[in-house]
């Protein structure tokens, strides 16, 4: 029995296109109500949306969707300005903008549920979104494709929490969950959530038959202590705030792990021109840069008879070998009128977690004038995400 709660009248249910798939931050929390729509409009509003023939629209300019709110909001305009793709708005309060190092971009700031659902109508092309998002209101598109799937901010999980006292103090799973008998047709499991596709989907594969489904708007964490759900199932990053609202998670009980996502038509890419070297560039200058987080360039000399005989002591050493291998290069110097190269200098790449260790380690085999510097991009002969992009897409 899956019943979900809302209070509409003389209105049917229209569903919106919504995807699962195979948000530097916390999410920003997912609201939503079950969308209606009443009948007599339903042609009018795929008629605005274009989807009534499926075609694209012949606008020739290429649509990027960026959250237009909140810690998403700004997490997204920080990283594509650390990729030297700073987006330039005339007024703040428009809600259309430009980057200008790609001509040919619009950049439009829309909710994220609305960019999913805009690039399944064709209005956008590219868009930003965590992947909570993506998966609550795509349901499955195969229009719809993840060209970048780590973007490493917007960290959070959906996921189930119940009381931590009550019928629940001992309940620690979603297999105790399953088992209570507390649960019929009469008096089903009551959850409150804004992820009405889902929640359903994550309980039927979970054995839990009897449950009801309602949306609230605020924070959902107060329902269960109200008397209006018995549980809930929402976006938690640190869980700070169910942990002082006395609830808990449960093994089991996490929907899935979300973070910001590059998101992409599939119709755009093929069919729009432009379209696709434009996600190829966006897609490049993101690899290079979340490549090259926390990662640093050493450069140290070393005396040594022989290129050979300083590779063959850096080598040595675990934490010296850089991303392809250390780079060898001799260093000349004047002596006696001569021109002579007693040292060599080595350039690697190490980690920030290794850094101190890898500097011990050189300065060990002899290294000296250890240089330290940053890196903000590190750009390979070609992206793997790209190449995979391009087999998606059967080109």
């Not at 009128?337 to 060990?364: E, F, H, N």
Request: proline share 5%; charged share 25%.
């Amino acid at each position: 029995m899956w019943t979900l709660t809302a209070n509409f009248q003389h209105c049917s249910s229209f569903p919106i296109p919504s995807i699962s798939t195979t948000s530097r931050s916390s999410c920003s929390r997912a609201r939503s109500k079950p969308t209606l729509i009443c009948s007599s409009l339903q042609t009018q509003v795929e008629t605005l949306n274009g989807t009534l023939d499926g075609r694209l629209s012949e606008r020739t300019e290429i649509r990027f969707g960026l959250p237009s709110k909140g810690r998403m909001a700004s997490d997204t305009l920080d990283l594509l300005k650390d990729c030297q793709l700073s987006v330039k708005q005339v007024n703040p309060r428009q809600y259309v903008a430009k980057i200008p190092q790609i001509s040919g971009l619009e950049v439009w700031f829309q909710r994220p549920k609305d960019i999913v659902r805009k690039l399944l109508s064709g209005d956008l092309d590219l868009g930003i979104v965590g992947l909570d998002t993506v998966s609550e209101y795509g349901q499955g598109s195969e229009d719809l494709i993840i060209v970048h799937e780590a973007l490493e901010y917007g960290d959070c999980r959906l996921s189930l929490a119940i009381p931590k006292y009550g019928i629940f103090e001992n309940i620690n799973s979603i297999r105790d969950l399953s088992r209570m008998p507390h649960w019929t047709e009469e008096k089903p499991l009551r959850v409150a959530t804004g992820f009405t596709h889902l929640g359903p989907k994550f309980f039927r594969e979970n054995g839990l038959e009897h449950v009801s489904f309602s949306t609230a708007d605020g924070a959902l964490e107060a329902a269960p202590a109200m008397g209006i759900a018995d549980a809930i199932l929402d976006l938690v990053s640190s869980g700070t705030t169910l942990k002082e609202n006395n609830l808990k998670e449960i093994e089991g009980g996490v929907v899935l792990e979300s973070q910001a996502v590059l998101l992409a038509s599939r119709k755009s890419l093929i069919q729009r021109k432009g379209a696709l070297d434009t996600t190829h560039e966006i897609l490049e200058r993101l690899e290079a840069h979340l490549k090259a987080v926390d990662q640093f360039a050493v450069t140290a000399n070393m005396r040594g008879n022989s290129e050979q005989e300083v590779v063959e002591r850096v080598l040595s050493q675990p934490s010296l070998a850089g991303l392809q291998g250390p780079t060898i290069s001799p260093v000349f110097c004047k002596r006696d009128g001569k021109t002579v190269a007693d040292y060599y200098a080595i350039v690697i790449c190490v980690p920030k977690k290794l850094l101190y260790k890898s500097v011990k380690q050189l300065r060990a085999i002899g290294g000296s004038g250890v240089l330290i510097s940053p890196l903000t991009y590190i750009f390979d002969e070609e992206t793997p995400r790209w190449n995979q992009l391009l087999k998606e897409l059967g080109l």
